[in-house]
């Protein structure tokens, strides 16, 4: 079975530019989210779709950040401008969704500095 | 206070120990899972637990909903498992986000 993809990897931009990171979640994945792991911390929610829709939202920066997923498959997570303290992994991860989160599974990340 | 506490933080192990490493919280949950994190490396879910114990090779997974207490096992240890071990709780609920704990760093040296 095919795990979480996301791209790129790594990336390095300067403060004040923008950033786009993608994902597409294990199929059948009803629910995707994406979290921030600064350096040394855990991983943050910063979104939680359930198919198109948005369930939880509440610590994504949204005048800088913003995030969609069209037709309820892949996501793109964007960040226009870049801050210093932007610099951390970019999670993507997914899940059968209900209750319990069932099959929850990560991808690699994508590791962002800014700089 | 954290709502999810590990402990040790940080733990080096000859090859071949037995290792434990232990996760409580503080909040309702209908699910842990134990994670596991390479240096570099991406997430990987070692096991979602509801009630009693699941085994997975080396790694035993065991809970105690009455006590909020959880615990991982690795028996007969090897260097490849050196490694940041993270317990997060699903509290459930519509926002199935999980709260972590600040996970555990596993040295296993030969």
């Known amino acids: 079975e095919a795990g979480v993809a996301q791209s790129p990897r790594y990336k390095i931009i300067e403060k004040r530019q923008s950033v786009a990171f993608w994902c597409n979640p294990i199929?059948?994945?009803?629910?995707l989210y994406w979290y921030q792991q600064i350096l040394g911390q855990g991983p943050k929610l910063l979104i939680q779709?359930?198919?198109?829709?948005?369930?939880?939202d509440s610590q994504l920066p949204k005048d800088r950040f913003s995030a969609e997923r069209l037709k309820g498959v892949d996501s793109t997570l964007k960040i226009q401008p870049a801050k210093l303290e932007d610099s951390a992994v970019y999670l993507c991860a997914s899940s059968f969704g209900g209750d319990r989160g069932y099959g929850y599974t990560f991808g690699s990340g994508t590791r962002l500095t800014v700089v | 206070k954290n709502e999810v506490e590990q402990s040790p933080q940080n733990l080096t192990a000859q090859e071949g120990e037995f290792i434990t490493i232990n996760c409580s919280y503080s909040v309702g949950i209908s699910a842990l899972h134990w994670l596991q994190q390479h240096p570099g490396g991406g997430i990987v879910s070692l096991f979602m637990?509801?009630?009693g114990k699941k085994k997975h090779g080396r790694l035993i997974a065991t809970i105690n909903i009455q006590e909020k207490h959880s615990s991982l096992h690795i028996t007969a240890s090897h260097p490849r498992d050196s490694a940041v071990y993270i317990c997060a709780v699903s509290p459930g609920g519509a926002t199935n986000k999980l709260i972590f704990g600040t996970g555990t760093l596993l040295a296993v040296q030969p």
């Open positions: 199929s059948g994945h009803a629910t």
């Open positions: 637990l509801s009630s």
């Open positions: 779709f359930q198919n198109n829709g948005v369930v939880d």
